[in-house]
């Protein structure tokens, strides 16, 4: 299956600037998030450690990926 790679250069929220973090374009390319794809046949899930934490009233999710 052919995932559409995309660079995300910039990113702006309302008025501001804000830096791209590291590994935002491969996590969000390896996600299949430009595609149709249903998500649990992707290989993302393989990858990353996903840990769903509450931090100042707001639910996260956090992903690691794993060391090979």
């Known amino acids: 299956m052919e995932i559409p790679q995309i660079t995300i250069k910039s990113m702006r929220v309302g008025e501001f600037e804000v830096s791209v973090p590291r590994g935002l374009s491969e996590l969000l390319n390896d996600a299949g998030v430009w595609t149709t794809t249903p998500r649990n046949s992707l290989p993302i899930c393989a ?22």
Do not use: P
Not at 51 to 68: A, P
């Open 47 to 68: 990858r990353y450690e996903r840990e769903i934490i509450k931090r100042d009233g707001n639910i996260v999710t956090h992903l690691k990926l794993k060391k090979r």
